[in-house]
């Protein structure tokens, strides 16, 4: 079993490239959610998902796209890479918990990170 | 919205001390609690959870207690080993339990 695998592991872009990060996880979760963690700071939510064709904002959008077309896949875009999107890039997955009830009481499941340089 | 904060680090301990790390919170509605560790250069992986209030969740030694009253979830370990230096995360989720938010980190460094 998988779990979440984030490709690539490593990247250096220079300012105005672009790329798309790659996350896909194999225990058939409906939520999914991207994360950036800066350098000695915590997690911040960039792009989230509840299912497939369904995407929405998170606290730092800006500077990143996102798209769901099926439930294992979750790529993150970066259009024009700027200096302040160095940072290191994780997915996430979660499952929804059980039939008919709220995902209060289940966990996420974490890739191994994607560390992003711009210069 | 629901929100967690928890104690600056980092935290430097010898090994077998006794470590606590504070995490308080904020939520409406009694959603599930969690502690996450993020060793070097990995991702984070769940460490224990509490699913409602006085529930206590335990891994790998540590513990931690759902407070209602104090609104409290603090991680505690009697002993610790240099194997446990990583950083340590509180969660919980939103109010619509869409996502997770997680607290800032609290890095422990245990030397021998």
């Known amino acids: 079993n998988a779990g979440v695998t984030q490709t690539p592991k490593f990247r250096i872009l220079k300012i105005g490239q672009s790329m798309t990060l790659q996350c896909t996880q194999d225990m058939n979760h409906n939520y999914m959610y991207w994360y950036r963690q800066d350098p000695g700071m915590g997690l911040k939510l960039i792009y989230y998902?509840?299912?497939?064709?369904?995407?929405d904002k998170g606290e730092v959008p800006n500077g990143y796209n996102v798209s769901r077309s099926t439930t294992e896949d979750f790529p993150l875009r970066l259009e024009l890479a700027a200096p302040s999107q160095t940072s290191v890039y994780f997915c996430a997955s979660r499952p929804e918990g059980s039939i008919g009830a709220t995902p209060a009481n289940t966990e996420a499941f974490f890739g191994q990170g994607t560390r992003l340089t711009v210069v | 919205g629901n929100s967690v904060t928890q104690m600056e680090g980092p935290v430097t301990l010898s090994e077998e001390a006794f470590l606590t790390i504070n995490c308080t919170y904020t939520?409406?509605?009694?959603?599930?609690l969690f502690w996450y560790v993020q060793y070097p250069g990995e991702g984070l992986q769940l460490l224990l959870k509490?699913?409602?209030?006085?529930d206590k969740g335990s891994n790998k030694g540590f513990e931690a207690t759902y407070r209602k009253e104090t609104t409290s979830f603090h991680l505690e370990k009697g002993s610790v080993q240099v194997s446990d230096s990583a950083v340590y995360f509180c969660a919980l989720p939103n109010s619509g339990y869409s996502t997770l938010t997680f607290g800032k980190g609290t890095m422990l460094l245990v030397s021998p």
């Open positions: 509490a699913t409602k209030a006085d």
């Open positions: 998902s509840v299912g497939a064709g369904i995407t």
């Open positions: 939520a409406t509605g009694y959603p599930s």
